[in-house]
């Protein structure tokens, strides 16, 4: 199964960027790179997707390195509803199963 | 469009006795995956079911097992309770392919006493 590796916390203050790392270098060239974040009592929300170039939506950025062996999620300025655990995973047209690791408890600090 | 749905929200059994959970999908979603969540081991993959068969299935016992509904909808069981049971189970529906994002519901917290 393709693994992904995030740091377990990360603290930054409002309305400060937030890098979010992810490793991930067994990944192949038919692994899309998710992100998702949860917040408590409540099911993963999607955040961003990408394959090989960086994307940008209204919630956050991707920055995809160039071997694609890892990632970052930027969250432009961070608030406080955006303190939640954020997973980092790795999904295959072929193969369905995901490894979701144990993410990263984002702190924001007003 | 409604979100993916489970139920029940909460469940309350003992030792032994089995279970069954849940998950409508998103309109003209057609694959429903899994996820058991704890404290201790996170958020773990169970099966996913895609077309009303079974794709892909993670590394749980055989008394963790599911179905898919023509419709899509998902259920799964689990028997023979054990305490170490006790997570919350999350559902996720997406379209196919590996750029669909999936999408989650809240999810079915379970307790086992």
């Known amino acids: 199964d393709a693994k992904t590796t995030q740091p377990n916390s990360m603290e930054s203050n409002e309305e400060e960027p937030v890098h979010l790392p992810c490793n991930h270098s067994?990944?192949?060239?038919?692994?899309?790179i998710h992100w998702y974040r949860q917040l408590p009592s409540q099911g993963p929300e999607y955040v961003i997707h990408?394959?090989?170039s960086n994307v940008n939506n209204r919630m956050a950025s991707l920055a995809i390195a160039e071997d694609r062996k890892s990632s970052t999620l930027i969250l432009h300025r961070a608030t406080l509803r955006d303190a939640a655990v954020y997973y980092c995973?790795?999904?295959?047209?072929?193969?369905?199963?995901?490894?979701f690791g144990s993410g990263t408890k984002l702190n924001v600090k007003p | 469009k409604a979100g993916v749905t489970q139920t029940p929200r909460y469940l309350i059994k003992t030792r032994g006795q089995q279970v069954t959970l849940s998950c409508s999908p998103i309109?003209?979603?057609?694959?429903v995956s899994w996820y058991q969540q704890t404290p201790g081991q996170g958020l773990q993959f169970l099966f996913e079911?895609?077309?009303?068969?079974?794709?892909n299935k993670g590394n749980f016992p055989g008394r963790f097992s599911g179905r898919q509904f023509s419709n899509s909808r998902s259920e799964m069981n689990v028997s023979t309770l054990e305490l170490g049971d006790s997570a919350l189970y999350l559902c996720?529906?997406?379209?196919?392919?590996?750029?669909?994002?999936?999408?989650f519901g809240n999810g079915t917290r379970l307790t086992v006493t």
């Open positions: 995973i790795l999904r295959d047209n072929n193969f369905n199963k995901f490894y």
């Open positions: 996720a529906s997406s379209s196919t392919g590996g750029g669909s994002p999936l999408h």
């Open positions: 079911y895609f077309s009303e068969t079974q794709r």
């Open positions: 067994t990944i192949s060239g038919t692994d899309y």
């Open positions: 990408g394959l090989t």
């Open positions: 309109s003209g979603h057609r694959s």
